[in-house]
């Protein structure tokens, strides 16, 4: 027995440690799932910013826009501007897929670039959120940048112009002895065209719309939940009056 649960602990404490983000401080993401407005916008910045590269290969457009309450015209005008193989524009019913092939992007960036529908299930909202606001310059790296909690990162920083460029500042530890010097803070080296709130604001919404992609039923699993819970209260109730009927004339 005693080996048994000494096993459940050992197979369990990897996934803790990959969830922290190997040391790494990770902010608390501020999002909110069932504002669907900041998921909409997400869906925009995603566009915009990351679909050129990566795809959501899982998601449907028109899935997003049903949730989000967008029309087939709306799709058409925010979130559709690539063509199938016959140049012919993208069905609103297609699955969010780029062109850009697994053998061109080794080439380019020494890495395939992962498809993000799961993403933020797999390393959570919180490491999404830190990652995307902790690039900063690392002249050794071919990018030009390097990343708090993906360090030697393949991806560019794409949202500098947005962001501004960051400036890591190091301080000297002593572990086990040996002296290393590790990024102590981001600084603003380059400011860029939004403000460090307004950039927190479009992490987040990006953030919120990388959850929903994750898992699109939650808020309906969620309120499903609470109502089941509800239901099974009222039913214990019952349940409980109905045995005490049943067995008041047994003694
Ligand atoms: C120019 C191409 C490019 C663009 C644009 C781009 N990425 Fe990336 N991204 C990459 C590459 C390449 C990797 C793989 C990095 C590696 O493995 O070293 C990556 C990795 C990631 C990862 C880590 C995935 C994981 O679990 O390992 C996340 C999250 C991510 N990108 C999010 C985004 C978001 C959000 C955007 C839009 C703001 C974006 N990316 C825009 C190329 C890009």
């Given amino acids: 027995m005693k080996k ?6 050992l197979s369990v404490l990897p996934t803790f440690a990959y969830a922290a983000g190997g040391g790494v ?7 909110d799932t069932s504002d669907m407005e900041s998921v909409k916008r997400g869906a925009k910045h995603f566009i915009d910013y990351c679909f050129s590269c990566h795809e959501a290969g899982y998601m449907r457009y028109n899935r997003i826009a049903r949730d989000t309450g967008m029309t087939d015209a709306e799709l058409r005008e925010e979130l559709i501007f690539t063509t199938n193989e016959k140049g012919e524009p993208t069905k609103v019913g297609s699955l969010m897929k780029v062109a850009m092939t697994e053998d061109y992007a080794r080439n380019v960036f020494g890495t395939a670039v ?4 799961l993403t933020a299930r797999a390393r959570g909202a919180d490491w999404v959120y830190t990652y995307l606001r902790t690039f900063y310059m690392d ?3 071919p990018t030009g940048n390097n990343n708090l909690v993906f360090p030697d990162v393949g991806m560019p920083n794409v949202l500098s112009s947005l962001q501004g460029v960051q400036r890591a500042v190091y301080k000297t530890e002593t572990r086990q002895g040996v002296e290393v010097e590790t990024v102590d803070r981001l600084e603003l080296a380059q400011a860029g065209s939004m403000t460090a709130e307004e950039f927190d604001v479009f992490v987040t ?3 919120n719309f990388m959850v929903y992609l994750a898992e699109p039923v939650q808020n309906e699993r969620k309120s499903l939940g609470i109502k089941v819970l509800i239901f099974l209260v009222i039913f214990f109730v019952l349940a409980y009056m109905l045995k005490k009927e049943y067995w008041k004339d047994v003694h």
């Fill in 25 to 31: 401080h990770l902010d608390s993401a501020p999002i």
């Fill in 114 to 117: 992962p498809d993000l529908t």
């Fill in 205 to 207: 919404d990006l953030t």
């Fill in 139 to 141: 002249p050794y790296r």
């Fill in 4 to 9: 048994q649960i000494l096993t459940l602990i």
